[in-house]
């Protein structure tokens, strides 16, 4: 199994931006691929967006499109989320995951996750 740590959460103003990383290690990373979730209090985990192991195939859910942006870099075995245009909607903890399933949104589908890290939006 792949064991993963993010890093890159903080307290930021609306129309604010965040670099989200998340550190593998362990199990080859680029045999997975990848996955960032979000969970807001009281609310279920949610799809956020997705890239391919080779990094050559991204998606994302429609709240986030054309605001947030996933990245790999498989030489570093790390994972992005660059996060523009935040919102206060954007508060909660992200957690990356991993799969080596191809294309899926389905937490059910990501065998392997990190502790999380709080990300904070204020208005």
């Known amino acids: 199994q792949v064991q993963l740590v993010e890093s890159g959460g903080g307290l930021v103003q609306a129309g604010g931006s965040l670099r989200l990383s998340c550190a593998a290690s362990?199990?080859?990373?680029?045999?997975?691929?990848m996955g960032w979730f979000r969970q807001a209090p009281g609310k279920e985990r949610e799809f956020v967006a997705g890239?391919?192991?080779?990094?050559?195939?991204?998606y994302a859910a429609d709240s986030v499109k054309g605001r947030f942006t996933i990245s790999r870099d498989n030489a570093k075995n790390t994972l992005y989320l660059q996060m523009n245009s935040l919102k206060p909607e954007d508060t909660a903890v992200y957690y990356c995951?991993?799969?080596?399933?191809?294309?899926?949104?389905?937490?059910?589908?990501?065998?392997?996750w990190g502790q999380g890290t709080q990300v904070t939006v204020s208005s």
């Open positions: 890239i391919s192991r080779s990094g050559g195939v991204t």
């Open positions: 362990g199990r080859t990373f680029s045999s997975y691929s």
């Open positions: 995951a991993a799969t080596f399933l191809y294309g899926s949104r389905r937490s059910v589908d990501f065998g392997s």
